[in-house]
């Protein structure tokens, strides 16, 4: 009997490449999909186990459904004239109608129901090109980094500290505040006392000057009286005589 072929899609279908420098974890993602209509288990299997990480390295995955899976490379020395032969295998099997334990599934399976596609690791160094983009990119980076420090969260010491300097600077401010409000109210004060020393000095001449004429009108009629009596008693002596 032939074997089955794979029913899953893979995304990519026959490579996993890995960009360096290897420095850090470098992680490619693989896409399996499941087209058919029925549920499908599968497992992912590398040749070297102990260089790369898988998440989730086994699953099953529904009727027309998706998954992606992420393949870590851990950090290495990396060698150009050194041939790499790591290779994945992704292993598939039909699921039955239920799943109640997946090791004894694929201890128990036939080789007859098992599907699986072979990709092969890919090592690729950056370029030229890419270490220049990659050096104008890093200051921008470093910009940003900056610039988003202050919004980090302080520790509970550093809190407390800058709580004591706030309410230092309060309590300073308010002080000032308070001696600012005096002074304003002085002079306020001292300029209403200049304002009212000159109006003074001003109501007082006015009040003469009334007085003054109010004498010279009151003296008038008394001036009046004793002309017409001078005339009057010249007259009546003249007819006399």
């Not at 921008?140 to 202050?150: C, D, H």
């Not at 407390?160 to 309060?170: A, P, V």
Request: hydrophobic letters at 35%.
């Amino acid at each position: 009997m032939s074997k089955l072929d794979q029913v899953l899609l893979l995304d990519p279908p026959t490579d996993l490449r890995f960009k360096g420098p290897f420095t850090d974890v470098v992680t490619t993602t693989l896409k399996l999909s499941n087209p058919s209509d029925r549920k499908v288990c599968f497992k992912v299997k590398t040749t070297a186990p102990r260089r790369y990480c898988v998440r989730p390295n086994s699953g099953v995955i529904d009727v027309g459904g998706s998954i992606n899976i992420s393949v870590m490379l851990q950090p290495f020395d990396y060698d150009p004239n050194e041939k790499n032969k790591h290779k994945f295998m992704v292993q598939t099997i039909f699921a039955p109608m239920t799943v109640n334990d997946m090791d004894l599934l694929w201890k128990e399976a036939k080789p007859d129901d098992l599907m699986d596609s072979k990709l092969r690791c890919v090592f690729e160094m950056p370029s030229e090109n890419d270490k220049v983009n990659d050096i104008e990119l890093k200051p921008s980076a470093v910009v940003n980094s900056v610039k988003a420090e202050p919004t980090a969260a302080a520790a509970p010491g550093e809190d407390s500290g800058e709580l004591k300097k706030i309410q230092e600077k309060y309590k300073r401010l308010q002080a000032e505040n308070g001696k600012l409000g005096d002074e304003v109210r002085q002079l306020k004060e001292d300029n209403m006392r200049m304002r009212k020393l000159p109006r003074t000095d001003h109501m007082s001449t006015n009040s003469t000057g009334l007085l003054a004429r109010e004498a010279s009108v009151t003296s008038l009629p008394s001036l009046c009286v004793v002309i017409a009596a001078i005339f009057i008693g010249f007259f009546f002596g003249k007819f006399v005589l």
